[in-house]
């Protein structure tokens, strides 16, 4: 038997579930399905590059981390539909504040992605340049893709709190770190050389403010 839901809980704690798990499958379907498509009509390529590399190698572990990060957001909220986990219990306000901010983070991925343009990518090809964008949201900070993902996952673990949507969260946020700092970055140094050792030392990596690089001019 369900138990009995607080007073301004999300229904109940299947609704919350089912609500968590179709909206992270609706922005997966949006963000990479959808986007794809676009950029292709767009541009004539996918904008798919790949996320592989060595096995131990920083490609490597940003890939498998961020394929286990998209599996277990999915399988948290699954797992409390099928009655095999049950989600910590909190108080309605964090439910629908979970609710609001994956909304919010979903939405900011897709502004992000249209903002990036035709040099909107998924993973690194060294041998390809593409244009430095630097406005709108990549002007708050450098990385509002990743940043906006994160904040996603973050209300739908507060949605659906389990020790699996936490690891969702944590694999992802692991991953991100690996990819930019030891991926993405290197490579944006080695491609746009000052004009992206200027942009990175005003703009923030994931926050205002916050991660902007030194370098020796």
Do not use: K
Request: proline share 6%; hydrophobic share 50%; net charge positive.
């Amino acid at each position: 038997p369900t138990p009995p839901r607080p007073h301004g809980a999300l229904v109940t704690t299947d609704v919350a579930a089912a609500a968590a798990l179709t909206l992270y499958l609706a922005g997966l379907v949006v963000a990479f399905g959808a986007r794809s498509c676009i950029h292709r009509r767009r541009t004539g390529s996918t904008g798919f590059r790949g996320l592989s590399g060595a096995p131990g190698s920083a490609e490597w572990w940003g890939a498998t981390l961020f394929a286990a990060a998209l599996v277990l957001g999915a399988a948290g909220p699954a797992l409390v539909l099928t009655g095999t986990t049950t989600p910590i219990a909190m108080p309605p306000a964090v439910q629908w504040a979970g609710l609001a901010v994956a909304i919010a983070g979903f939405a900011g991925v897709l502004a992000a992605q249209a903002g990036m343009g035709s040099s909107w990518r998924i993973g690194v090809d060294t041998t390809e340049r593409t244009g430095l964008v630097t406005s709108g949201m990549f002007a708050v900070v450098r990385n509002p893709i990743f940043t906006a993902m994160l904040t996603a996952l973050l209300g739908l673990t507060l949605l659906v709190p389990t020790g699996v949507t936490a690891a969702a969260l944590v694999c992802l946020l692991l991953a991100v770190e690996i990819q930019v700092r030891l991926v993405e970055e290197p490579y944006l140094i080695h491609a746009h050389g000052y004009a992206y050792a200027s942009y990175s030392e005003r703009v923030g990596r994931f926050l205002p403010g916050l991660g902007r690089l030194t370098h020796n001019r």
